[in-house]
């Protein structure tokens, strides 16, 4: 239905408009569509015009308020803003369905803050490690007033609100793990009976000293004597509280990180660990603190660096079995008899070939399985080639140099450990290539030796398990490029760890959507960032209206099972 302006053109070449309120009916013989005038209201020029605008204004009561605002748009449309809102929203909803949002309202009631606004904040901060490019508290506080939508957050966010909410969240982050844990397990259907455990380590600037290290007494001030006194004590400190950096920044504290996922890879939960805490110290926390929400009888999948008799021990306390990567080069004696012995491989997915191997006896035997992979065995055979030949190139024409040179020469190439390995000086002091070296090395090609305790499982399972710690190492792939783990943006401690819980939450959303969806979060937020909330002016008010949806938005919501955005969301009508 519309209102319908005819011109009709009188005798002395001037034209009458008329209006009549009208609606299309298609003709039942030619299918051709006719307008069919239901009311006239006369000559435009003599119609009452305050009487249309009853009228108008009669309809509107029946109509949403923003949709009666867009309706009775008269004029020039100014379009204030556009922000993107879809990958957002998206995760506000799945944020609300995981009872993230309710677990730290939960959490935070009856404590000193403000339940409903310390939630929007906190989510606010992990929505924006999922934004194409995270930024820091006080740049993200811009990002949220002027670059994006994200409902409920109040006006005017500040740093300060956001170092408040970090500060709340570590102080309840183990209460808020177990209640997000649950919700998530229970409506996912998460099968936890295996989990993967796997650390990392990162850097971070200080403006303090660890607590745990230096005594408050101990730490200068004043005059240029204490400043030095700081800056050593400050030196000592990193070095003390760093183990070694995989980032070449042996100068800066660092921190370990580790995470323990299931076989999908959702992580369960994250853990913030000082830089030299011990490996056994480490899997006794993480296994107590899984321990503590009833996970006791399940199955750790481990790599090698946590191999340890100790370790492997604490992990069979309560029921617990472990699998664990075994170094093939070890000087543990019962991986060189695993190794040794013989049998035939079965081949099980793909080109994967495992043999099974026990060694000892009693309660003293240990269960171990030998993978080979041919791809990966001709892999490595042909990197040692090449390897090889750059070393004859290194060490040619060594014959020619004085004894002292081809000393110098060989502690020079022994430096590399890729060089040393297939480097021997012989009695004369001359320089040759190892070949008993290589052959031992070719035993070793695309193999991985795993032990396991659990005597449930078959070879397949346990080799076929422990593939699953790529799992794991995705996660940290996606901390450190798509959530932006590093650089942080704190200099005190409890900041770290904070902001490292705020990446796990980026993560746990994360990865539930690629679950659902099948799809990389970049390629689904590629998509969803093209829905943005356009804010437009016109003479009968303001009004924010989000953008149409596309099919493959459609598809994206489908998968996750969540119904449409809003198409209108805020609204200011123009004052009479």
């Known amino acids: 239905m519309y209102l319908r302006e005819t011109r009709r053109r009188n005798a002395d070449g001037s034209q009458v408009a008329y209006l009549a309120l009208a609606h299309n009916e298609r003709d039942p013989e030619t299918g051709t569509p006719k307008a069919k005038v239901i009311h006239n209201f006369g000559r435009a020029d003599l119609v009452d015009r305050d009487a249309l605008g009853r009228l108008v204004r009669s309809i509107s009561r029946f109509l949403d308020p923003a949709d009666a605002v867009a309706a009775t748009a008269t004029g020039e449309v100014s379009i204030l803003e556009a922000r993107p809102m879809g990958a957002y929203w998206v995760a506000d909803r799945l944020w609300e369905r995981l009872g993230i949002g309710a677990g730290i309202r939960r959490v935070a009631a009856g404590r000193r803050i403000d339940a409903d606004a310390a939630e929007r904040v906190i989510f606010a901060m992990v929505a924006n490690r999922l934004s194409v490019k995270p930024l820091s508290k006080l740049a993200g506080c811009r990002w949220v007033a002027e670059r994006a939508h994200i409902d409920g957050l109040p006006a005017g966010m500040s740093d300060d609100a956001c170092y408040r909410a970090m500060d709340f969240l570590l102080d309840a982050i183990d209460e808020l793990q177990e209640t997000v844990f649950f919700a998530v397990a229970n409506l996912l259907n998460l099968e936890v009976d295996l989990l993967f455990f796997d650390t990392t380590s990162t850097y971070w600037q200080t403006d303090r000293l660890p607590a745990e290290l230096i005594d408050q007494g101990d730490e200068p001030d004043g005059d240029s004597h204490a400043e030095h006194g700081r800056s050593r004590l400050r030196e000592e400190a990193a070095r003390a509280y760093s183990k070694h950096s995989k980032d070449h920044r042996p100068d800066l504290p660092q921190v370990v990180i580790g995470m323990a996922v299931t076989r999908t890879g959702i992580p369960v939960r994250m853990w913030t660990f000082g830089g030299t805490t011990s490996d056994q110290k480490i899997i006794a926390k993480v296994k107590d603190d899984l321990g503590h929400w009833g996970l006791h009888r399940v199955i750790w999948c481990l790599d090698r660096g946590f191999n340890s008799q100790d370790n492997r021990r604490y992990l069979q306390r309560g029921g617990g079995h472990y699998i664990v990567g075994e170094k093939l080069r070890s000087d543990a004696p019962e991986a060189a008899a695993a190794l040794a012995r013989q049998g035939r491989y079965r081949t099980v997915a793909g080109n994967l070939r495992v043999k099974q191997v026990r060694v ?151 990865r539930v959507t690629e679950t659902e969806t099948g799809d990389t979060w970049r390629n689904i937020r590629n998509q969803l960032d093209r829905i943005h909330l356009v804010t437009m002016a016109t003479t009968s008010g303001t009004v924010s209206q989000r953008t149409e949806l596309t099919a493959s938005h459609r598809q994206i919501l489908s998968s996750l099972k969540l119904p449409e955005p809003s198409r209108f969301y805020e609204f200011t009508p123009t004052p009479d």
């Open 360 to 510: 000892g006896e009693g309660t003293a035997a240990d269960r171990f399985v030998i993978c080979h992979n041919p791809d990966r065995a001709r892999y490595d055979a042909a990197t040692r080639d090449q390897l090889i030949t750059r070393l004859q190139a290194e060490i040619a024409e060594s014959d020619q140099l004085a004894p002292a040179k081809r000393r110098e020469r060989y502690g020079a190439l022994a430096t590399k450990p890729a060089f040393k390995r297939f480097l021997r000086l012989t009695p004369t002091g001359k320089l040759r290539i190892d070949k008993a070296a290589i052959s031992k090395e070719a035993n070793f090609d695309g193999k991985f030796l795993l032990r396991t305790s659990d005597e449930s499982l078959s070879a397949d399972d346990i080799a076929q398990g422990y593939k699953g710690l790529f799992e794991a190492e995705r996660g940290w792939r996606d901390l450190k490029s798509t959530i932006d783990l590093r650089p942080v943006y704190h200099h005190r401690e409890d900041r770290i760890r904070a902001h490292i819980q705020l990446c796990w939450l980026a993560l746990l959303l994360l």
